[in-house]
Structures are given as structure tokens and as C-alpha cells.
């Protein structure tokens, strides 16, 4: 049994644990294409990019099932007033 990212069965546990999340109002934020990324499409739910990390946007043509909802340079956006 694989339970890391980008297998589904990690969400499935949070489903269960927290049966009142609302996939529809999930973002998923990470630095990885690979395993962030298609997580988030694996279990559709939206995602966020974060470009402080392996990949940047010149990636993305490698990884056409890994194509995130939005894009951030830095979690510090999340911030900014």
C-alpha cells in the first residue's frame, strides 16, 4: 500500500478523519509538480504552485497531468494585504 503523494489514499484518510471537508472548497499548496501537484488533480481538488521550490513555470510542459489551478511565486503572497 503507497500512501504518499500523489497516490489518492492519504486523502481518502483525511476524508474519513474529517468527513466534513468540502473537496470543492480545498486548495492543495505545494512546491512540486510530481507529487504536490498531481495530488491535488489525482483527487480533484484545486491546487497552488508555489515557485519557491524544485520546479518553476518552464516545467510544466514535463508534467501535462500535473498542471496546477494557480501559480505563486512565494507563500508570502498569501499574505500580502
Given at each position: 500500500?503507497?500512501v504518499g503523494?500523489p ?5 481518502d ?11 470543492k472548497?480545498t486548495l ?6 510530481k507529487?504536490d501537484?498531481?495530488?491535488?488533480n489525482?483527487v480533484?481538488?484545486?491546487?497552488v504552485?508555489?515557485?519557491?521550490g524544485a520546479n ?9 497531468d500535473a498542471i ?7 507563500f508570502?503572497?498569501f499574505?500580502?494585504?
Open positions: 500500500t503507497v503523494k497516490h489518492t489514499l492519504m486523502f484518510c483525511i476524508m474519513e478523519k474529517f468527513p466534513k471537508t468540502n473537496p472548497r492543495f499548496v505545494g512546491d512540486s509538480l507529487a501537484i498531481r495530488f491535488a489525482n480533484d481538488i484545486d491546487s504552485l508555489v515557485l519557491t518553476t513555470m518552464k516545467d510544466l510542459k514535463d508534467y501535462p496546477p489551478n494557480f501559480v505563486m511565486s512565494s508570502a503572497e499574505c500580502i494585504p
